[in-house]
């Protein structure tokens, strides 16, 4: 492009960070990234929301959280994508209170979470034992009636709350599959 006299532009280094991300080739990435600021192309969210997929990619966690507080700064307000990348991000890496925070933290921006964000980290919140956190996030899921895709994290809210020993927030999880709508197995 450059040697044809094409300027790149913020489309086009958004395009290439996925590509690189993709490719895990974080160091590209973030070459690419200085070339972009040093050419006075200013990131937006869909910049800020691929360089911080990339790097919960890669479970470093300091450098999206950098990115994430960064984006802020620049007056460009988080997306429920932003929160769920981040989100996710901290379920990888075991850091779910983190993630917990951000939750909380979507809500109070106006931003509401969706059903992929409810997905990343109510198991997480399993893994972690954190069942009584589980049972709000999950009450705040049924009141908003969203349903998640994956269905398998209704397997995860019952063992986890079997095991915790807690037979009525089970018995709920299953009230809560029947009010959204989702079949139940033998399994459950």
């Given at each position: 492009m450059?040697?044809?006299?094409?300027?790149?532009?913020?489309?086009?280094?958004?395009?290439?960070?996925?590509?690189?991300?993709?490719?895990?080739?974080?160091?590209?990435?973030?070459?690419?990234?200085?070339?972009?600021?040093?050419?006075?192309?200013?990131?937006?969210?869909?910049?800020?929301?691929?360089?911080?997929?990339?790097?919960?990619?890669?479970?470093?966690?300091?450098?999206?959280?950098?990115?994430?507080?960064?984006?802020?700064?620049?007056?460009?307000?988080?997306?429920?994508?932003?929160?769920?990348?981040?989100?996710?991000?901290?379920?990888?890496?075991?850091?779910?209170?983190?993630?917990?925070?951000?939750?909380?933290?979507?809500?109070?921006?106006?931003?509401?979470?969706?059903?992929?964000?409810?997905?990343?980290?109510l198991?997480?919140?399993?893994?972690?034992?954190?069942?009584?956190e589980?049972?709000?996030?999950?009450?705040?899921?049924?009141?908003r009636?969203?349903?998640?895709?994956?269905?398998?994290i209704?397997?995860?809210?019952?063992?986890?709350?079997?095991?915790?020993?807690?037979?009525?927030?089970?018995s709920?999880v299953?009230?809560?599959?029947?009010?959204?709508?989702?079949?139940?197995?033998?399994?459950?």
């Open positions: 450059l040697s044809e006299g094409i300027e790149p532009t913020r489309h086009t280094y958004n395009i290439m960070f996925w590509g690189f991300f993709l490719s895990l080739r974080l160091d590209t990435a973030n070459r690419f990234y200085e070339d972009m600021k040093t050419r006075g192309i200013a990131p937006d969210t869909v910049t800020y929301n691929t360089l911080i997929n990339g790097y919960t990619r890669f479970k470093r966690m300091e450098e999206a959280e950098k990115l994430f507080v960064e984006m802020k700064a620049k007056n460009l307000a988080p997306t429920v994508i932003s929160y769920t990348t981040m989100i996710k991000g901290y379920v990888v890496v075991e850091k779910v209170d983190d993630g917990l925070r951000l939750f909380e933290e979507i809500k109070s921006f106006g931003t509401q979470p969706n059903a992929p964000t409810y997905s990343t980290l198991p997480g919140m399993c893994d972690a034992g954190k069942t009584n589980a049972k709000t996030i999950l009450k705040d899921m049924v009141e009636y969203i349903a998640p895709k994956d269905n398998s209704f397997i995860k809210l019952l063992n986890s709350q079997c095991k915790s020993g807690d037979m009525k927030a089970a709920d299953l009230k809560a599959m029947i009010r959204l709508s989702i079949p139940s197995e033998a399994g459950h």
